[in-house]
């Protein structure tokens, strides 16, 4: 746990706002403005938008870049476990007194005018940032792109769009070419745009405004292909082709993010050691990550345990199809949701690979659906269902009845975020 300096700053900065997500960049450049303008002094930035896969893509550009003898700074969001996780300091985690400053001065600068959280402590990691040596600086975007609180680089030096899928439709939109619009608002004139896989309809729109900011586009299935072959991954684009080990991030959709991450790196000048390194040393937890040590492991005996916080469409079918890939053995799903999901769309690809599923709720969200409701939305989309009390108490019933069970635990990053803070 932090101390509590930043807790305190952090729980302040919470009442600056009365919602959690208001989509507008005003207040952002104020801050910005009172505290020097830091978003003009960093080191190159790699932005990246997108709906599912941002957070892995950064990971292997991060680990590419280091793997190449440089230092990143990292931006991204939710956490899990704790605050400083957000921000990444030349490859490490920003300090609890460096990052009580930044907040500190990012408040009083601030002066009790109404901004939301996410934009505060957004201007805090820039400022972090702006005054810390490194030579690169990845900034994931938080919601959307065109009215996130991290859109404020005039000139990035590259700028991606992982895939696009319908999610956060309050805020974005409820079509894939309302919410690739607000995605490809990342987009800078002159700035290449590297574009993973997308629907036909979400990339129109990505690539009209493109044309419309005199952007070049470095878009999959036109200017690199990416494919696993004889357990090794080939990336190809229009200077070559490269032969690299399979991503460390496990299932087989990290080969599209990995494909995304070295169309990077290739665009910013790295060579194939870089790449090499994105694949072997990339780590991002939460996804599908393999628990090993901790109570719930010790709970779980001889069963696997596995944690995931994909929450949309999307994501469930990506889990799906890890599940397919994995050795046989009876799965077991633990589930925890928010109400603002589309719970039934990201259940139902799951529906034909579970044994069971059970319903918990998500302690200290606001936002939780019920076990009860978890449930009902499941049993809907084919599942056999039951609830728990927490997850402990799910593992705990699973591993009697099915002492070798492959336990999955999904549904939220927040749900996650509690399992890795509990299992610490």
């Given amino acids: 746990m932090s101390n509590p300096g930043s807790d305190v700053i952090l729980d302040r900065m919470m009442s600056l706002h009365p919602k959690v997500i208001d989509l507008t960049l005003d207040r952002v450049w104020r801050l910005l403005a009172a505290v020097g303008h830091p978003e003009r002094r960093l080191p190159p930035v790699v932005h990246i938008a997108g709906t599912n896969g941002k957070g892995s893509t950064l990971a292997m550009i991060r680990a590419g870049i ?3 003898g440089l230092a990143a700074h990292a931006y991204t969001s939710p956490h899990l476990a704790r605050f400083h996780e957000r921000i990444r300091l030349a490859g490490a985690l920003i ?3 460096h990052l009580t400053q930044v907040l500190d001065r990012c408040y009083a600068a601030n002066g009790g005018e109404s901004i939301t959280y996410f934009e505060i402590t957004t201007v805090a990691a820039l400022l972090a940032f702006a005054e810390t040596p490194a030579d690169y600086t990845l900034l994931e975007v938080g919601l959307g792109g065109r009215l996130d609180a991290t859109n404020v680089i005039e000139k990035p030096a590259v700028t991606v ?13 409820d079509t894939i070419e309302k919410i690739a619009f607000e995605k490809a608002g990342i987009i800078k004139p002159g700035v290449p745009i590297v574009v993973g896989p997308q ?3 979400a990339l129109a729109v990505i690539e009209r405004q493109a044309a419309r900011m005199g952007a070049p586009v470095i878009a999959h299935g036109q200017h690199w292909q990416v ?4 357990g090794r991954l080939v990336f190809q684009d ?8 399979l991503p460390a991030l496990i299932g087989d959709h990290q080969v599209q993010n990995a494909g995304v991450a070295i169309a990077a790196l290739r665009a910013l000048g790295f060579a194939e050691p870089a790449c090499e390194a994105a694949m072997r040393d990339a780590s991002w937890p939460a996804r599908m990550q393999r628990l090993q040590s901790g109570p719930l492991v010790e709970t779980a005996g001889a069963a696997e345990l596995w944690l995931d916080g994909g929450h949309n469409p999307a994501a469930g079918e990506m889990l799906a199809r890890v599940l397919d890939g994995l050795p046989p053995r009876p799965t077991h799903l633990v589930c925890g949701m928010l109400n603002t999901k589309d719970v039934a769309g990201f259940m139902r690809p799951l529906a034909g690979r579970a044994a069971s599923l059970t319903a918990v709720s998500i302690p200290g969200e606001a936002a939780t659906l019920s076990a009860e409701d978890t449930a009902r939305f499941a049993a809907n989309a084919g599942h056999q269902t039951r609830t728990a009390d927490d997850v402990l108490a799910a593992v705990s019933t699973i591993v009697v009845e099915d002492p070798t069970a492959r336990i999955l635990i999904c549904g939220s990053l927040y749900l996650a975020g509690q399992v890795l803070r509990d299992n610490a």
């Fill in 199 to 201: 629907e036909e309809a």
């Fill in 227 to 230: 494919w696993k072959e004889r």
């Fill in 238 to 245: 229009e200077t070559g082709l490269v032969d690299l080990p």
């Fill in 161 to 173: 769009i992982t895939p696009v899928s319908i999610d956060h439709t309050q805020f974005l939109g």
């Fill in 95 to 97: 300090s609890e007194d």
């Fill in 66 to 68: 280091e793997g190449a």
